[in-house]
């Protein structure tokens, strides 16, 4: 049962602030997404969540600073996968999906039967174990996501960490890996906290948003609340139409009449 | 013009000459220095004196021609072998800088001049007359005759022959060729006299010759391998197939311990530190003959990797550790 | 149903079995050819003669014992513990910087062992009476100071401590010692030869001393390399990912690194600068069986020893009684094979 709770977090590169004075907090069980325009600190916030990227401020798993914890604890807590995963070639699926379960492996030990019935386990729920043994470089994108997915899954770790975990899929694909982001989710319990580009989709699936720009938070709270279109104009462009269909926000960008007068 | 292509006819007549007769170059004192003629292996070497001083006076180097207008005062040797032989034949005085390794005889005017990366410039300062050089490392030759010096390049010798000839083609172009043929027929005498001085005692003796303690030895085909084949003392190393062909190979430690050699010479005892001590002390190495009977020969480096007159002292050592081995029993 | 490892990535108990068998074969092989024609029977009867209780009386006589025992053996020996290490080292450096090109000598372990060798050859006193040799240690702290240079350099640069400024750092340290050991070596030009012969790497004069001294290092680091193996599958999904996993990248990055390089240094100490084993025999192992380096540092480990004695067999027997320098015979050998498993494995290597 793991909460998330960020209190006013910093992180600058040098000079460069990125994030400031960032404060949110998820409940347990919850899927908080992050949204905001490119550069706005997205991918900043969440590796300094998973302890990736040295941070002022608290930063707060349950009732423990995560600071405050060594790494192999911490991998034991909380799973990440990065906007752009490094899928070493020749490694097979299930090889890769196994490595989630190093949080809970000693440095010299070997993984025991307990861990390959795990790493199988998280194949089967999500439906790859038929390519177990397949290179992981030659996967196609929805393939990885799930590859990834499942090594979340074997981590067993109670909060769970994504980065853009959809950006280069097509619509349908994208749907699918949310789907069964939230079935995770529901399943197990875990508390997500995720970056995500399409606000459409952030609409459906997360339970609540936090809105950066400028490495600060904009707004927070539901969908609902966060999706308007006077907020969404500040941030992104004024031409931004938040319309509802079927009770769930959609949002598109309407081109401006000066633009079209040229075609 | 009339004048120089007689000249050259002239030359063309001597190189023949010299050809018919190469047995004879370099090999007997010639009594008639102004018709002498050098040959190398590689090339033959056609040197005209007129009658007064000399010069101007052409040798047929390595490198090709090289002319010499005048008496050279002012010599540049970036090569320790010139260095020896120059002082060797009297031409010392005309001798103004030598290369940093040029430490033979002890009253060369030893410089920092680097002999493994001359740099032309440097060389160029002393406002030289003539350059020796032993190996071109890249334009050292091109470059000092852009400046209009003239350069002698005398390489590494592959025979006894060829260095005769160098030092007579050294002789010629400095002025001290009378000189220069003494120094080769007085050589020549003093290494036959060492050498036939033991040639009982050397009867099927075997000797291993060493230049580096990574086993690197030569043959009899090398300049110091024909020095000692005149003893004749024969070289485990002949058996060794050359890999580069200069006659430098490298053995087999366990080869070396099976030929049993009856003597060691070691040309790595000043900069490579062996010696009987050291070479006893290799493992296997104790039962080898030559260490048994204490016929390990430290010979002197430099004498060992150079070319010059000095080479009687190094077959001077080899034939005391021969002439002082117990009686052969077998 | 799915109770253990998928079949197809377990190794098949022959690869390590074939390995070691491939192992016994080379040293057996390598003890019975050599310039020095000495029987095989002899050397059969010779080594069982070693084995007390048997009463075997060796046909051999003292010369050619001493050739077996004091040479030709301590040689295969040290061949062995050479190509291990180097091999072993050269998977764990390609695991630890993701990087397929890395070996052991990436940060500046050859060059700092190269300018080590070159000061000791040029300037180390007179050692003919000394109880050891400074010329390996002199390798040996080269080795050391350059690896811990390229580190230190690496990580104080600001923009961050990754493996690849850490190989940038180590490229500007190697280049830099291997600057000064030329500057050196031309200075002292009347080392060149020995400078140059101990570069190109030799196993010409091995003797038991050279072998004791490697020994323990190429035990100690071997074996932590090997242990740690799991780890280099991990740091292959790069440092934020590992570090999430619970790794923390840099500390085993040092760890990795400073046990290769230490047993590095110690083979290169007695048997200088020998190329290619690092790079050849860890890729070949990953093309013809695995990319997981559970399976890679093992086999290497067994495979790159045969490789060496083999490699050495070859440099002492061709031009018998002359040698060849065994880094021309991986090289030249090496490569072609190389190429050859190259190009019929399907795996890619990027």
Redesign the interface.
Same mark, same amino acid.
């Given at each position: 049962m793991t909460s998330v709770s960020v209190s006013s977090v910093g992180v600058s590169y040098g000079r460069i602030e990125i994030l400031s004075q960032v404060s949110l907090s998820v409940g347990d069980g919850r899927w908080m997404g992050i949204i905001g325009p490119n550069g706005a600190g997205k991918s900043t916030l969440l590796r300094a969540i998973v302890g990736a990227v040295p941070h002022c401020g608290s930063i707060t798993l349950g009732d423990t600073e995560i600071g405050n914890e060594d790494a192999k604890s911490l991998g034991r807590r909380i799973a990440y996968v990065p906007q752009r995963p490094i899928y070493p070639p020749g490694m097979s699926v299930f090889d890769f999906v196994l490595l989630g379960r190093t949080p809970h492996l000693g440095l010299l030990a070997a993984e025991r039967a307990e861990d390959i019935a795990i790493v199988w386990e998280s194949l089967r729920s999500l439906s790859i174990s038929g390519f177990a043994e397949r290179d992981v470089a030659s996967l196609s994108g929805g393939e990885t996501q799930r590859v990834s997915l499942a090594r979340v899954l074997a981590q067993q770790a109670p909060v769970v960490v994504l980065d853009e975990a959809t950006a280069s899929l097509d619509v349908a694909a994208q749907h699918e890996v949310l789907e069964l982001i939230a079935q995770i989710q529901h399943e197990q319990g875990v508390t997500i906290v995720s970056a995500i580009h399409d606000l459409t989709a952030a609409a459906q699936f997360c339970d609540e948003l936090t809105l950066l720009d400028h490495g600060r938070v904009v707004a927070m709270g539901s969908p609902e609340a966060v999706l308007d279109e006077a907020i969404l104009g500040s941030v992104f462009e004024p031409t931004i139409r938040v319309i509802e269909i079927e009770g769930s926000r959609v949002v598109v960008s309407l081109r401006s009449q000066g633009s079209r007068h040229g075609e | 013009m009339f004048k120089r292509t007689t000249l050259f006819a002239i030359a063309l007549a001597l190189v023949a000459a010299s050809c018919s007769s190469s047995d004879v170059a370099g090999t007997t004192s010639t009594s008639e220095p102004a018709t002498t003629t050098f040959s190398t292996t590689s090339t033959s070497t056609t040197t005209t004196l007129p009658p007064d001083d000399g010069f101007p006076v052409t040798v047929e180097a390595a490198n090709g021609a090289v002319t010499i207008d005048a008496r050279p005062e002012r010599i540049v040797s970036i090569s320790p072998t010139s260095t020896e032989v120059l002082f060797a034949i009297g031409a010392g005085e005309q001798v103004i800088a030598v290369d940093s @390794?040029s430490n033979y005889p002890p009253e060369a005017p030893i410089t920092e001049l680097?002999?493994?990366?001359p740099s032309i410039e440097a060389i160029a300062e002393y406002d030289p007359d003539l350059v020796f050089i032993s190996f071109d490392p890249g334009d050292l030759i091109v470059g000092l005759e852009t400046l209009g010096i003239p350069v002698i390049l005398h390489g590494t010798a592959s025979s006894l022959e060829d260095a005769y000839a160098q030092w007579e083609q050294t002789g010629a172009a400095t002025g001290h060729i009378a000189e220069a043929v003494d120094v080769v027929s007085d050589t020549q005498s003093r290494l036959l006299d060492a050498a036939e001085s033991i040639a009982n005692e050397a009867q099927g003796l075997t000797y291993y010759y060493e230049?580096?303690? @990574? @086993?690197?030895t030569t043959t009899s085909a090398s300049f110091i391998g024909q020095v000692i084949a005149l003893t004749g003392l024969s070289n485990i190393?002949d058996?060794?197939?050359?890999?580069d062909g200069f006659g430098y190979?490298? @053995?087999?430690?366990?080869?070396i311990?099976?030929s049993?050699p009856n003597l060691i010479l070691l040309a790595n005892t000043v900069?490579?530190?062996?010696?009987l001590?050291?070479v006893a002390a290799?493992?296997?190495w104790?039962?080898i003959s030559a260490v048994t009977s204490g016929a390990v020969v430290e010979l002197n480096?430099d004498i060992a990797s150079r070319w010059s007159p000095r080479v009687v002292e190094l077959l001077d050592a080899v034939v005391e550790a021969v002439s002082s081995l117990p009686t052969a029993d077998a | 149903m799915n109770a253990g490892r998928p079949s197809g990535l377990r190794l098949p108990w022959w690869w390590i079995g074939g390995a070691a068998l491939l192992l016994v074969v080379t040293v057996i092989a390598g003890a019975m050819i050599g310039p020095a024609s000495i029987s095989p029977w002899g050397i059969i009867s010779s080594t069982l003669s070693r084995i007390p209780f048997l009463n075997v009386q060796s046909s051999l006589d003292t010369r050619a014992d001493d050739i077996v025992w004091q040479i030709r053996m301590p040689r295969v020996v040290l061949g062995v513990l050479v190509g291990s290490m180097l091999s072993v080292a050269g998977s764990a450096y390609q695991g630890v910087f993701r990087n397929p090109l890395a070996d052991p000598y990436l940060l500046g372990a050859g060059a700092g062992a190269g300018l080590g060798a070159t000061l000791a050859i040029a300037y180390g006193p007179d050692a003919s009476g000394w109880f050891i040799d400074p010329l390996p240690l002199a390798a040996f702290l080269g080795a050391i100071v350059g690896v811990v240079l390229a580190y230190v350099l690496g990580y104080t640069v600001r923009s961050g401590r990754t493996a690849v400024t850490l190989i940038l750092a180590g490229v500007a340290v190697a280049a830099f010692l291997t600057a000064l050991q030329t500057f050196l070596q031309q200075r002292e030009s009347d080392t060149l030869r020995e400078v140059y012969g101990w570069i190109l790497g030799s196993l010409t004069t091995a003797g038991w001393s050279e072998v004791r001294l490697v020994l323990p290092y190429v035990v100690v680091c071997s074996a932590v390399l090997v242990a740690f193996r799991r780890l280099l599958d991990v740091m292959s999904v790069g440092d934020s990912e590992a570090s999430t996993l619970g790794l923390r990248p840099s500390r085993v990055r040092l760890l990795l690194i400073g046990f290769a390089t230490l047993g590095t240094a110690a083979v290169v100490a007695v048997s200088g600068l020998i190329g290619f084993v690092g790079i050849i025999v860890p890729h070949t192992v990953r093309l013809l069986t695995s990319a997981s380096y559970r399976i890679i540092v093992p086999l290497s480990l067994l495979i790159g020893g045969s490789f060496l004695v083999l490699a050495d067999i070859v440099a002492r027997t061709v031009q018998s009684p002359a040698e060849i320098p065994i880094g021309v015979v991986t090289a030249l050998v090496g490569a072609p094979f190389f190429a050859v498993v190259l190009r019929r494995s399907k795996a890619v290597v990027s």
């Amino acid at each position: 049962m793991t909460s998330v709770s960020v209190s006013s977090v910093g992180v600058s590169y040098g000079r460069i602030e990125i994030l400031s004075q960032v404060s949110l907090s998820v409940g347990d069980g919850r899927w908080m997404g992050i949204i905001g325009p490119n550069g706005a600190g997205k991918s900043t916030l969440l590796r300094a969540i998973v302890g990736a990227v040295p941070h002022c401020g608290s930063i707060t798993l349950g009732d423990t600073e995560i600071g405050n914890e060594d790494a192999k604890s911490l991998g034991r807590r909380i799973a990440y996968v990065p906007q752009r995963p490094i899928y070493p070639p020749g490694m097979s699926v299930f090889d890769f999906v196994l490595l989630g379960r190093t949080p809970h492996l000693g440095l010299l030990a070997a993984e025991r039967a307990e861990d390959i019935a795990i790493v199988w386990e998280s194949l089967r729920s999500l439906s790859i174990s038929g390519f177990a043994e397949r290179d992981v470089a030659s996967l196609s994108g929805g393939e990885t996501q799930r590859v990834s997915l499942a090594r979340v899954l074997a981590q067993q770790a109670p909060v769970v960490v994504l980065d853009e975990a959809t950006a280069s899929l097509d619509v349908a694909a994208q749907h699918e890996v949310l789907e069964l982001i939230a079935q995770i989710q529901h399943e197990q319990g875990v508390t997500i906290v995720s970056a995500i580009h399409d606000l459409t989709a952030a609409a459906q699936f997360c339970d609540e948003l936090t809105l950066l720009d400028h490495g600060r938070v904009v707004a927070m709270g539901s969908p609902e609340a966060v999706l308007d279109e006077a907020i969404l104009g500040s941030v992104f462009e004024p031409t931004i139409r938040v319309i509802e269909i079927e009770g769930s926000r959609v949002v598109v960008s309407l081109r401006s009449q000066g633009s079209r007068h040229g075609e | 013009m009339f004048k120089r292509t007689t000249l050259f006819a002239i030359a063309l007549a001597l190189v023949a000459a010299s050809c018919s007769s190469s047995d004879v170059a370099g090999t007997t004192s010639t009594s008639e220095p102004a018709t002498t003629t050098f040959s190398t292996t590689s090339t033959s070497t056609t040197t005209t004196l007129p009658p007064d001083d000399g010069f101007p006076v052409t040798v047929e180097a390595a490198n090709g021609a090289v002319t010499i207008d005048a008496r050279p005062e002012r010599i540049v040797s970036i090569s320790p072998t010139s260095t020896e032989v120059l002082f060797a034949i009297g031409a010392g005085e005309q001798v103004i800088a030598v290369d940093s @390794l040029s430490n033979y005889p002890p009253e060369a005017p030893i410089t920092e001049l680097s002999a493994w990366t001359p740099s032309i410039e440097a060389i160029a300062e002393y406002d030289p007359d003539l350059v020796f050089i032993s190996f071109d490392p890249g334009d050292l030759i091109v470059g000092l005759e852009t400046l209009g010096i003239p350069v002698i390049l005398h390489g590494t010798a592959s025979s006894l022959e060829d260095a005769y000839a160098q030092w007579e083609q050294t002789g010629a172009a400095t002025g001290h060729i009378a000189e220069a043929v003494d120094v080769v027929s007085d050589t020549q005498s003093r290494l036959l006299d060492a050498a036939e001085s033991i040639a009982n005692e050397a009867q099927g003796l075997t000797y291993y010759y060493e230049i580096e303690d @990574l @086993l690197y030895t030569t043959t009899s085909a090398s300049f110091i391998g024909q020095v000692i084949a005149l003893t004749g003392l024969s070289n485990i190393a002949d058996e060794a197939a050359d890999p580069d062909g200069f006659g430098y190979p490298q @053995l087999s430690q366990e080869f070396i311990v099976e030929s049993d050699p009856n003597l060691i010479l070691l040309a790595n005892t000043v900069y490579g530190g062996q010696s009987l001590e050291t070479v006893a002390a290799r493992p296997g190495w104790g039962s080898i003959s030559a260490v048994t009977s204490g016929a390990v020969v430290e010979l002197n480096d430099d004498i060992a990797s150079r070319w010059s007159p000095r080479v009687v002292e190094l077959l001077d050592a080899v034939v005391e550790a021969v002439s002082s081995l117990p009686t052969a029993d077998a | 149903m799915n109770a253990g490892r998928p079949s197809g990535l377990r190794l098949p108990w022959w690869w390590i079995g074939g390995a070691a068998l491939l192992l016994v074969v080379t040293v057996i092989a390598g003890a019975m050819i050599g310039p020095a024609s000495i029987s095989p029977w002899g050397i059969i009867s010779s080594t069982l003669s070693r084995i007390p209780f048997l009463n075997v009386q060796s046909s051999l006589d003292t010369r050619a014992d001493d050739i077996v025992w004091q040479i030709r053996m301590p040689r295969v020996v040290l061949g062995v513990l050479v190509g291990s290490m180097l091999s072993v080292a050269g998977s764990a450096y390609q695991g630890v910087f993701r990087n397929p090109l890395a070996d052991p000598y990436l940060l500046g372990a050859g060059a700092g062992a190269g300018l080590g060798a070159t000061l000791a050859i040029a300037y180390g006193p007179d050692a003919s009476g000394w109880f050891i040799d400074p010329l390996p240690l002199a390798a040996f702290l080269g080795a050391i100071v350059g690896v811990v240079l390229a580190y230190v350099l690496g990580y104080t640069v600001r923009s961050g401590r990754t493996a690849v400024t850490l190989i940038l750092a180590g490229v500007a340290v190697a280049a830099f010692l291997t600057a000064l050991q030329t500057f050196l070596q031309q200075r002292e030009s009347d080392t060149l030869r020995e400078v140059y012969g101990w570069i190109l790497g030799s196993l010409t004069t091995a003797g038991w001393s050279e072998v004791r001294l490697v020994l323990p290092y190429v035990v100690v680091c071997s074996a932590v390399l090997v242990a740690f193996r799991r780890l280099l599958d991990v740091m292959s999904v790069g440092d934020s990912e590992a570090s999430t996993l619970g790794l923390r990248p840099s500390r085993v990055r040092l760890l990795l690194i400073g046990f290769a390089t230490l047993g590095t240094a110690a083979v290169v100490a007695v048997s200088g600068l020998i190329g290619f084993v690092g790079i050849i025999v860890p890729h070949t192992v990953r093309l013809l069986t695995s990319a997981s380096y559970r399976i890679i540092v093992p086999l290497s480990l067994l495979i790159g020893g045969s490789f060496l004695v083999l490699a050495d067999i070859v440099a002492r027997t061709v031009q018998s009684p002359a040698e060849i320098p065994i880094g021309v015979v991986t090289a030249l050998v090496g490569a072609p094979f190389f190429a050859v498993v190259l190009r019929r494995s399907k795996a890619v290597v990027s």
